[in-house]
């Protein structure tokens, strides 16, 4: 069993920045990706930025040169990075991970961005 704890989520305004963290904890996670999904309302979850293993990082065109993602392995913790925030980067933000275990979602952290 994988838990992921998410922390960094608020209201900012648009040009602001926020950091998003999300810590997986549990036994022998052996993880291969850790990556972050968003939902805004009445739309479908949509992947924003996934980093693998040893891999370089993919990033949706829509936060290309906002967002940065990254992971410290030695604590088993994602990081996203969002500068020059927009309204539409509004939404609940979902940090998951894929593992030998299976994969795995955070709760989710709201972040709302006013212009």
């Known amino acids: 069993q994988v838990q992921l704890v998410e922390s960094g989520g608020g209201l900012v305004q648009a040009g602001g920045s926020l950091r998003l963290s999300c810590a997986a904890s549990?036994?022998?996670?052996?993880?291969?990706?850790m990556d972050w999904y968003r939902q805004a309302p009445g739309k479908q979850r949509e992947l924003v930025a996934a980093?693998?293993?040893?891999?370089?990082?993919n990033y949706a065109n829509s936060v290309k040169g906002r967002f940065t993602i990254s992971r410290d392995n030695a604590k088993n913790t994602v990081y996203l990075q969002m500068n020059s925030l927009k309204p539409e980067d509004t939404a609940v933000y979902y940090c998951?991970?894929?593992?030998?275990?299976?994969?795995?979602w955070g709760q989710g952290t709201q972040v709302t961005v006013s212009s």
């Open positions: 998951g991970v894929t593992s030998r275990l299976g994969r795995y």
């Open positions: 549990g036994s022998s996670l052996s993880i291969y990706v």
């Open positions: 980093i693998a293993t040893g891999g370089t990082p």
